[in-house]
């Protein structure tokens, strides 16, 4: 008979993945010389995640850069952590999570481009209302062709996406 | 649906960035393996993989059905997975001999079993569930596993062997994670093979990892098969077993011409069909 049962030795390995931490105090169960390893299985959690989120979201990590990304993507697996066992519907989670960011509150741009990353991504909102000229933008960050149009933070527009012989598209709208 | 081709041979794991080539350029892939994942929701991919389904026989290898946890089975994703089977007909179905999600928070990776008789009890249970739930085999791959329990009570072999005889599944056999569990304790992974119910296996994996900073073998599926697989795979093959298989590529991913011509080379000098 084990001394410890099956179910606390899931709660202690969870427990020590999710929480990213390097240090290793709760791996009871775990021969000591393999306890080291445990950092493979966080390097995966947040890996994962990380590249699920830059595939989803490019123009966000281009503007504020992969270190500021991860940083984003870490602070996202503390606070929520993923809910659900289809990895795609965590963008759902971390778009809305970016959006109570302080950083996101002092740069708008952060979560506006966000919104659009993920209507391109997952085409699941109707339309969405961005900063006039952010649009534009995104098209720099994805495609790296450079804009004309400056963003006017005074006027915001309406965007959604539309097919247009078979092939999806942003299309303004009026407000 | 395509009722007279049958999953036999080497065959490739399909990832997106090669749908488009394999659906429109001559290749001699016999079979692909499909992540039931990437499709459990309808969308253009869908129109894809039924033209795929058409042409070639498949089976659908799913991640998330959490075999060796004890949260209750997430029943829409397990209600997803169904829709998928009943609409794509594939071969068999197949997951992992692993935990991925506990007390409602998802890893989203595969994680270890402590080879206990309660972890045995666990994983019979829901594995007869799944099979009642799906009314099909189940067949169910080993793991890459980083570390070893103090609280296990019997092999790998074993467990798997009580599970085989408690619930009538089948083994997916991955070459690649039994030769990097054994390099990682530097221990003989011929004997592990020699021993491991081979009737029971349905299928193989193949696949190529590194070895990381500390040494430390990792299954990423990131590079070519290396040829230490390869001979377990001639060995397989020598002893009369014809077990279909796959390749199975994600990161560092080649184009689809290069992966086939590596399927290729493999199937010509290795597997006999």
């Known amino acids: 008979m084990s001394f410890m049962n099956y179910k606390e030795m899931l709660n202690l390995f969870s427990t020590n993945v999710l929480s990213l931490e390097t240090s290793n105090e709760s791996c009871e169960g775990i021969i000591e010389k393999d306890i080291e390893n445990m950092r493979i299985y966080k390097r995966n959690y947040l890996q994962l995640c990380f590249s699920n989120f830059s595939n989803d979201f490019p123009a966000t990590k281009s503007y504020v850069g992969k270190n500021n990304f991860l940083f984003f993507t870490r602070s996202f697996l503390l606070d929520k952590g993923l809910g659900s066992v289809n990895i795609f519907k965590s963008s759902e989670s971390f778009l809305f999570y970016l959006k109570g960011l302080d950083a996101a509150k002092e740069d708008r741009l952060i979560f506006e481009l966000a919104l659009i990353d993920f209507l391109w991504a997952y085409a699941k909102l109707k339309e969405i209302k961005v900063t006039d000229g952010v649009l534009e933008y995104w098209q720099e960050l994805t495609s790296k062709k450079k804009t004309k149009k400056k963003i006017d933070f005074t006027k915001l527009v309406k965007i959604k996406l539309v097919e247009i012989d078979n092939e999806r598209a942003f299309k303004l709208c009026d407000l | ?273």
Not at chain 2, 94 to 99: G, K, P, R
Not at chain 2, 127 to 140: A, E, G, P, S, W
Not at chain 2, 163 to 190: E, F, G, P, S, W
Request: aromatic fraction near 10%; include cysteine; proline fraction near 4%.
């Open chain 2, 1 to 273: 649906m395509d009722k007279i081709k049958k999953v036999q041979g080497l065959g490739l794991g399909l990832r997106f960035p090669h749908f488009d080539d394999i659906l429109n350029t001559s290749h001699n892939v016999p079979w692909f393996e499909v992540i039931s994942d990437d499709f459990l929701e309808a969308g253009p991919h869908w129109d894809k993989l039924t033209k795929l389904r058409a042409d070639y026989p498949i089976v659908l290898h799913s991640i998330g059905m959490n075999i060796g946890g004890i949260d209750p089975f997430d029943i829409d994703y397990l209600a997803s997975l169904k829709n998928i089977y009943q609409i794509f007909e594939p071969e068999w179905i197949s997951d992992h001999l692993c935990w991925s999600s506990h007390n409602g928070k998802y890893h989203h990776d595969l994680l270890p079993i402590p080879k206990t008789n309660e972890a045995l009890k666990v994983v019979v249970e829901r594995v007869n569930f799944l099979q009642d739930y799906f009314k099909r085999t189940l067949v169910l791959e080993n793991v890459t596993q980083y570390i070893d329990f103090s609280i296990s009570e019997m092999s790998e072999i074993e467990f798997i062997k009580e599970i085989v005889a408690q619930t009538d599944c089948k083994i997916l056999l991955d070459i690649t994670n039994v030769i990097i569990n054994h390099n990682n304790r530097k221990k003989d992974y011929m004997s592990y093979f020699n021993n491991f119910p081979m009737d029971s296996v349905q299928q193989f994996h193949l696949a190529g990892g590194f070895v990381d900073e500390s040494g430390l073998w990792i299954d990423s599926h990131t590079q070519k098969v290396q040829n230490t697989d390869l001979e377990v795979l001639q060995s397989l093959c020598k002893s009369g077993k014809k077990i279909a298989g796959i390749i199975e590529r994600d990161g560092n991913l080649p184009s689809f011409e290069e992966l086939e011509k590596e399927r290729v080379s493999i199937e010509n000098e290795f597997y006999e069909l």
